[in-house]
Structures are given as structure tokens and as C-alpha cells.
RNA sequence: GCUCCCGUAGUCUAGUCCGGUCAAGGAUAUCGGGCCUUCGACCCGACAACGCGGGUUCGAAUCCCGCCGGGAGCACCA
């Protein structure tokens, strides 16, 4: 039996991807159980809960493969927590601490016990129900495990247990005032819910000896712990808090925003979630933070969708050119779908002496002979003014040179495309017609730009032809 | 500062627990070549690593000690 628990605070993203695929591969591996547990107790001021994000972590774990075979919320668990406490008081090992959490923390570091150190269990208890009954007000109260104040690690010395907070809870309103903290809510729910395992970040080690300490006092036995370390992608500069001010100031395009780098940012760039399954597993479950160059994970991904993408023709930046001496007879070609798979079919691509290509190849080859891919060989201008649209070559010859191969579109049926890039950039330009018969969410290579999937509220025949580019 | 963790090629990883089969394997990147119509894929080849110093041993990437470097945690957040 294993649990996820995501702070409810965003779109699940890329560096998620350990929880995610970790926790599946153990439920797989040995036919076990996966809960998804929100951590959704009430939080703090600057770590506030957003009821949407509970529908759309849900969704992000089907996306990934990985939906969880039951789900609970922490919000609901809290009375459970109450006769936990109270046995914790029992055994001597907690009191209500009163001190102003300032002083509080200066006790601590100093190793100083605050007043309250040495009540016996009745007044504790006594005290503890004055917490429960209201007594006391946010922050005056909070009841802390007796731990050892001499521990060499300062975290560790009479952690809080629960706390009084009247912040509005999206799901229970203020139906509680005491809350318990993360160490002590886990150790009594992975108890309770029966989780065998706990797979984690390695940022909750010190939570491991926390859980531990409360089941000793309590003289039950827990899961053991697993953890693994951070995952960084190079190019991904995740900040889930910059990410959620920009979906809902609107400047992203919404949670899957490429920029946001959440699984379904990936998903609309055609990245295959078996092949980020694999690429997260692939660091096993190494104690050492890592950060992979998103090369990595293209490359696992275009395994898997180079065979199926079929090839199209997208000119960016398009410059219109004549092409001079032009054979009139050479109105279309037919050209494969995909070049090592014939069985993916054929589709006839018009042609003709005006053509678009894109600037930058242009400006590139300036005054050279380029071969136009599969069609003619053609020598380009010398010259191209900035800002200047159209241009005229000159058609050299039919047979195939090997000369650089350059992408084109036809100037008579040519559509309008809308490429999204990786850092929300728009990049307009012409894509051959056959574009306009693929279905939404088809995965597509344009030769020598990369591959890219069409938005999924595209319509065939509809233009501008919209795609989310993936990877080269 | 304190606590814990981690150091194998540019990057990620296998091997470390139980020393020899590791003159270190794979992936990715890079470079070269092939494939005569993609800067993609595929095929072939090249490049390139056990952080440093001691010790134990016939033998150390693997065990021990020290050092150095990196990371994470140190909330009345999760």
C-alpha cells in the first residue's frame, strides 16, 4: 500500500514525475495499492490551497498513466488525529506550549525548555482541551512533542504537533481550529490507511525520524522510507508559485502552458507519457539531486513517435519566390507520408513556379544552388533586403544533387499555421494544404523544424492550422 | 553554523551491500562515416569516467580513515 501526497498548489509538473511514476512502478512491480492522499490540511498565508487544483491533480495522474486506486483528503481525516494526540499527552511525551513562536524558536536553537516543558499529563490534557474548546487564538497555543532539546540537529528538538489556525479551508470551511502538522498527521494516517511503504522526496527525510518517534512513544510499528532526490530539468525553470500567478493573471495560456513544463504543458507538445515514464524511471531512486538536459527526454520520446509522425512542410517567416525557366509541367508531386514507412501512404503536394520559403533558409543560402526537397534544383538570389517578401531564383536543374535540401510550400494552396514554441512564442508561417485534413491532436514532424502536435480544439479545413511545437 | 545525504565520462546511470569475471557496461550529447531527397530516424566508428590522499589486501570503483567538492533540511508550510 503506497501514497501520494501533492500539496494541492498547482498542475502537476515534470519535476513531480519521481512521485508519480516512482509510487506506480512499486504498485505495478508488486501488484500493491496507489492512494492519492491531498495534503490539504489548512496550510499557512503564503501557502494557500486552491480547491481547483484537487480536479486538476487527478487529472494530470490519468494523464501520466497513473491514476491512484482511491483518494482521500487530509481535510477529512482530521478528527482522527484528535485520540492520537490525546494517547501521545497520555504517555507523557507532549505538552501545550504557550510561548509566542518567536520565543519559541529561540528556546530551541538555544536548547532551552519554555515553562510549560515540565507539566505533568493532566495538565496537558487540561490545556489541550482548552486548544480543542477554543481558549486560545492563532499562535498562542500549540501543543509539542518532548523530544530532547540537546539533540544535535536543532529541527528536531520538541517539534509542534498541531496548532491553532481560523483560516477559511476551501473544503471544510473552519470546522477546525486545532490542525496537525505534516509529521504528525502522516504518522497517524499512514497508519491508519494501511500504507505499507512510503516513497518520498528526500526533502521529508527528517520527517522519517519524526513519524518514527511518535510510533515508538505510541509503541506501534510504521512503513519504512524510501526517498529519492531532486529532478531538475535543465532547461525547465519550474516556480509552480510564478506559474500559478501567471495562469491566473492570464499571461499563460492556461496549466499546460509549454512554459509551465506540467504534464499536460508535454502532453500538448506530443510528449508521449510512456516516454516520460521511462525517462524518470531511468534515474532509479538515487539519493543525489539531478539535473537532465531535456535532450534526454526528447530523445526518449522520438523513439517512440518518429515512426508513427507523419512528415509535412511548414516554411517560417515566409518569403515569396519566383523561380524563373520553372519546367510548367512539374504542377504537383506525390510524396510518402513518412520516408522508411511506405505503409503510412502517399499525398500530393502542388507546386509551380511561385513558391514560399522561409527567410531564414533564404538568407542562409544566398547565391547558392540549393535542391528544393524533393522537387528541383534552383540557384537563389545573391541578395535579400531586410523586411523584403519576395525574391526570384533560378531553376538549374531536375536531377538529384546533393545540394543543402530546402523546405517549401506552394504559393496556390498554401495554409496559415500557428506554431506555440517552448517559451509561449508565436511562429507564423505556411504549411503545405494536406495539414488541413489532420485531425486535432494528430503528432506531426515538420521536416527540419521538429515535431509538434496539433492543438486539440483544432478543426480540419479551419486556419490558421494551430500546433504546439514538441522537440527537434 | 548545525543535521543528514551524495560524489563513476559533458549529462544521467549500471557496478559498491557479498573485493577478483570492471584494463569499468548502457543511455544521451558531441565528432566522423554510411544510408544518394529532412538539420529527423536508422546503421557503423570515435571521444570520454571510478573527486583527492593514505591504509587494509596477493588483488580496491567496491572495505577503513582523513580531506575536498556538491546537495537537501533546519517554520505554529507542505
Same mark, same amino acid.
Given at each position: 500500500?503506497?501514497?501520494?501526497?501533492?500539496?494541492?498548489?498547482?498542475?502537476?509538473?515534470?519535476?513531480?514525475?519521481?512521485?508519480?511514476?516512482?509510487?506506480?512502478?512499486?504498485?505495478?512491480?508488486?501488484?500493491?495499492?496507489?492512494?492519492?492522499?491531498?495534503?490539504?490540511?489548512?496550510?499557512?498565508?503564503?501557502?494557500?490551497?486552491?480547491?481547483?487544483?484537487?480536479?486538476?491533480?487527478?487529472?494530470?495522474?490519468?494523464?501520466?498513466?497513473?491514476?491512484?486506486?482511491?483518494?482521500?483528503?487530509? !481535510?477529512?481525516? %482530521?478528527?482522527?488525529?484528535?485520540?492520537?494526540?490525546?494517547?501521545?499527552?497520555?504517555?507523557?511525551?507532549?505538552?501545550?506550549? +504557550?510561548?509566542?513562536?518567536?520565543?519559541?524558536?529561540?528556546?530551541?536553537?538555544? $536548547?532551552?525548555?519554555?515553562?510549560?516543558?515540565?507539566?505533568?499529563?493532566?495538565?496537558?490534557?487540561?490545556?489541550?482541551?482548552?486548544?480543542? *474548546?477554543?481558549?486560545? $487564538?492563532?499562535?498562542?497555543?500549540?501543543?509539542?512533542?518532548?523530544?530532547?532539546?540537546?539533540?544535535?540537529?536543532?529541527?528536531?528538538?520538541?517539534?509542534?504537533?498541531?496548532? %491553532?489556525?481560523?483560516?477559511?479551508?476551501?473544503?471544510?470551511?473552519?470546522?477546525?481550529?486545532?490542525?496537525?502538522?505534516?509529521?504528525?498527521?502522516?504518522?497517524?494516517?499512514?497508519?491508519?490507511?494501511?500504507?505499507?511503504?512510503?516513497?518520498?522526496?528526500?526533502?521529508?527525510?527528517?520527517?522519517?525520524?519524526?513519524?518514527?518517534?511518535?510510533?515508538?512513544?505510541?509503541?506501534?510499528?510504521?512503513?519504512?522510507?524510501?526517498?529519492? $532526490?531532486?529532478?531538475?530539468?535543465?532547461?525547465?525553470?519550474?516556480?509552480?508559485?510564478?506559474?500559478?500567478?501567471?495562469?491566473?493573471? $492570464?499571461?499563460?495560456?492556461?496549466?499546460?502552458?509549454?512554459?509551465?513544463?506540467?504534464?499536460?504543458?508535454?502532453?500538448?507538445?506530443?510528449?508521449?507519457?510512456?516516454?516520460?515514464?521511462?525517462?524518470?524511471?531511468?534515474?532509479?531512486?538515487?539519493?543525489?539531486?539531478?539535473?537532465?538536459?531535456?535532450?534526454?527526454?526528447?530523445?526518449?520520446?522520438?523513439?517512440? %513517435?518518429?515512426?508513427?509522425?507523419?512528415?509535412?512542410?511548414?516554411?517560417?517567416?515566409?518569403?515569396?519566390?519566383?523561380?524563373? *525557366?520553372?519546367? +510548367?509541367?512539374?504542377? !504537383?508531386?506525390?510524396?510518402?507520408?513518412?520516408?522508411?514507412?511506405?505503409?503510412?501512404?502517399?499525398?500530393?503536394? !502542388?507546386?509551380?513556379?511561385?513558391?514560399?520559403?522561409?527567410?531564414?533558409?533564404?538568407?542562409?543560402?544566398?547565391?547558392?544552388?540549393?535542391?528544393?526537397?524533393?522537387?528541383?534544383?534552383?540557384?537563389?538570389?545573391?541578395?535579400?533586403?531586410?523586411?523584403?517578401?519576395?525574391?526570384?531564383?533560378?531553376?538549374?536543374?531536375?536531377?538529384?544533387?546533393?545540394?543543402?535540401?530546402?523546405?517549401?510550400?506552394?504559393?496556390?494552396?498554401?495554409?496559415?499555421?500557428?506554431?506555440?514554441?517552448?517559451?509561449?512564442?508565436?511562429?507564423?508561417?505556411?504549411?503545405?494544404?494536406?495539414?488541413?485534413?489532420?485531425?486535432?491532436?494528430?503528432?506531426?514532424?515538420?521536416?527540419?523544424?521538429?515535431?509538434?502536435?496539433?492543438?486539440?480544439?483544432?478543426?480540419?479545413?479551419?486556419?490558421?492550422?494551430?500546433?504546439?511545437?514538441?522537440?527537434?
Amino acid at each position: 500500500m503506497l501514497r501520494m501526497a501533492p500539496f494541492p498548489s498547482g498542475a502537476l509538473h515534470i519535476g513531480n514525475g519521481r512521485m508519480i511514476f516512482v509510487n506506480d512502478y512499486y504498485r505495478r512491480r508488486y501488484d500493491g495499492r496507489l492512494l492519492l492522499v491531498f495534503d490539504d490540511t489548512v496550510g499557512s498565508e503564503e501557502k494557500r490551497l486552491d480547491p481547483e487544483m484537487f480536479d486538476l491533480i487527478r487529472e494530470d495522474l490519468e494523464l501520466c498513466g497513473a491514476a491512484p486506486d482511491a483518494v482521500y483528503y487530509k !481535510s477529512d481525516l %482530521i478528527p482522527n488525529h484528535y485520540p492520537w494526540a490525546r494517547r501521545v499527552i497520555e504517555a507523557h511525551a507532549a505538552y501545550v506550549c +504557550t510561548c509566542p513562536a518567536e520565543l519559541l524558536r529561540r528556546n530551541r536553537a538555544e $536548547g532551552r525548555p519554555c515553562p510549560e516543558r515540565s507539566q505533568g499529563s493532566e495538565a496537558t490534557l487540561e490545556a489541550w482541551e482548552g486548544m480543542l *474548546g477554543g481558549r486560545y $487564538g492563532p499562535g498562542e497555543a500549540v501543543l509539542r512533542l518532548r523530544t530532547d532539546l540537546s539533540d544535535p540537529d536543532p529541527a528536531f528538538r520538541d517539534r509542534v504537533l498541531f496548532r %491553532i489556525s481560523d483560516l477559511d479551508h476551501p473544503r471544510v470551511g473552519r470546522r477546525y481550529r486545532v490542525w496537525p502538522l505534516l509529521e504528525f498527521s502522516w504518522a497517524v494516517d499512514d497508519i491508519e490507511l494501511g500504507v505499507t511503504h512510503v516513497v518520498r522526496g528526500k526533502d521529508l527525510v527528517m520527517e522519517d525520524r519524526m513519524q518514527q518517534a511518535i510510533w515508538r512513544i505510541l509503541g506501534v510499528t510504521g512503513p519504512p522510507f524510501l526517498h529519492w $532526490g531532486l529532478l531538475r530539468v535543465r532547461e525547465a525553470k519550474i516556480s509552480k508559485s510564478k506559474s500559478y500567478a501567471e495562469v491566473k493573471s $492570464g499571461v499563460y495560456d492556461g496549466w499546460a502552458d509549454p512554459r509551465t513544463w506540467s504534464f499536460r504543458a508535454l502532453d500538448r507538445r506530443g510528449i508521449d507519457p510512456r516516454a516520460l515514464r521511462h525517462f524518470t524511471l531511468s534515474f532509479g531512486l538515487s539519493l543525489a539531486d539531478i539535473e537532465v538536459p531535456a535532450e534526454t527526454l526528447y530523445a526518449e520520446n522520438r523513439t517512440l %513517435i518518429d515512426p508513427k509522425a507523419l512528415r509535412r512542410s511548414f516554411v517560417e517567416d515566409p518569403v515569396r519566390l519566383e523561380v524563373s *525557366g520553372y519546367p +510548367t509541367s512539374l504542377a !504537383s508531386v506525390v510524396l510518402p507520408n513518412h520516408p522508411d514507412r511506405p505503409e503510412l501512404g502517399t499525398r500530393a503536394v !502542388s507546386a509551380g513556379s511561385t513558391l514560399w520559403l522561409a527567410r531564414r533558409d533564404l538568407e542562409v543560402h544566398l547565391g547558392g544552388e540549393v535542391r528544393l526537397k524533393d522537387l528541383v534544383n534552383v540557384r537563389l538570389p545573391a541578395r535579400l533586403d531586410t523586411g523584403a517578401t519576395s525574391a526570384t531564383a533560378e531553376f538549374t536543374s531536375l536531377e538529384n544533387k546533393r545540394l543543402p535540401r530546402l523546405q517549401w510550400v506552394s504559393a496556390r494552396d498554401g495554409v496559415a499555421v500557428d506554431l506555440l514554441g517552448v517559451e509561449g512564442e508565436h511562429r507564423t508561417g505556411l504549411g503545405e494544404a494536406a495539414l488541413l485534413s489532420s485531425p486535432p491532436g494528430e503528432v506531426l514532424q515538420f521536416e527540419r523544424v521538429g515535431f509538434v502536435r496539433l492543438e486539440a480544439d483544432t478543426r480540419p479545413g479551419v486556419e490558421p492550422v494551430r500546433a504546439c511545437f514538441g522537440h527537434p
